[in-house]
């Protein structure tokens, strides 16, 4: 039955596109961020539907759609130079057939993330692209709170948001992230969205869901969310015209729900004070090490999944005299944090054309901030969009520090979304600056 649900609404959603090209766009971000083959038992687990959707799409712009507004912004050529650079590293990689497997998924992040932007041409496309990523994202959230509400989430890597797959938005550190950074784009659309007008119904679904976003990383557990939610809290300062009110506020909260927490939750976060004694802290460290000196001999990467070689040792302290401190061995550790998988697969070159991408969308998103932070007028909501965009993304690349999600495609839709936003406004600009050379000739004189 969940089979036939899947395969009506991808259907109709296909059908609808042949009409409105853009339809079709928003179906690949929908089944990229949710993977519904994943929640399936039979029908679409052998179907290679993600590549189905992003052909219809790119058809679809190609054959039916608008194009004279089409700009191409730089950081669209830089995704296409970090492919063909990753392209590259797949061919040479120390793992091949493992780096395949991965690159299988990557390159179409990728190409979709640089095609995106050409679709967006209008405010109305910018929104439906958010709207899309944030409800494909809730649908997994939303489950993720109400068994967190009603269990309290069982710990660490135990939360079972749908699926029993540790991948993807599925991992709890990854939508422990990508929930809290999607927070300042649902309280944009709870003042400024306009495809679902912000009434008492609105803004109840969008608390709702905020609260649901926050639960995330009290479900899963993660260390990763915590940290988190704290750069969120202070992002928002930025924002609030109180500030000494917020922060009671905000302290006011934290002391009211920690006899709420749940103790699998406290427990592992308490961890982030003996982080030596740790043994997922203690790996990573020593896998980042590893990665550091890897790089010092393989400058240009070792392509997809090169951590499979690594061999570490790391001293795990003890916490009293029954449990002292000993010297651990392991192999084959995962890199635990983006910064150091783009270091060790793609090399020194792969790490600066990532930071170039991601901060430059930072530095983008806030020189439109400052541009349009005019509460009235034709673009108001740009500058507060611009500053959501930000937010998130900040949030991402914190997260980012211990996830190795540096091609997870859920950002790269924002990039792309980052671009879009950023090409629109550039040509609104260009329009209300336009002045015609020729002046318009006179009419007869008056008799």
Known sequence: M?????????????????RRPFLLVLAYVYIDIVSPQRLTYLLLNTVPISLIAVALAVGGWLIADDKRDTRVAPRQLLIVVLLLYCWATTLAADFPIEAKDKWDWVWKALAFAAFLPLTLRTRLRIEALLLFMILSAASIIIVGGIKTIASGGGGYGQLNLMVDNNSGLYEGSTISAVAVAIIPIIIWFMRYGTIFKPDWRVRGFCVALVFACLLIPVGTSTRTGLLCIAL???LSLRVVKRKALYLAGLAALGLIAIPFLPSTFTDRMNTIKTYQADESASTRIAVWQWTIDYAKSHPFGGGFEAYRGNRIRYDLAGTGAATPGRVEEDKARAYHSAYFEMLGEQGYFGLALWLVLNLGGLVRMEILRRRYRDPVGEFAWA????????SGHLVYLLGAA??????QPFIYMLIGAQIGLDTYLGRKRRDASFRPMRRPAPGPLPA
């Not at 991808?10 to 596109?17: D, E, Q, R």
């Not at 211990?402 to 091609?407: D, E, G, H, S």
């Open 232 to 234: 969120l809290a202070v």
């Open 2 to 18: 969940r089979d036939l649900a899947f395969i009506a609404f991808l259907g109709a959603i296909f059908a609808l596109g042949f």
């Open 402 to 407: 211990f996830i190795a999600i540096a091609f």
């Open 383 to 390: 500058g507060p969009l611009a500053a959501a965009l930000q």
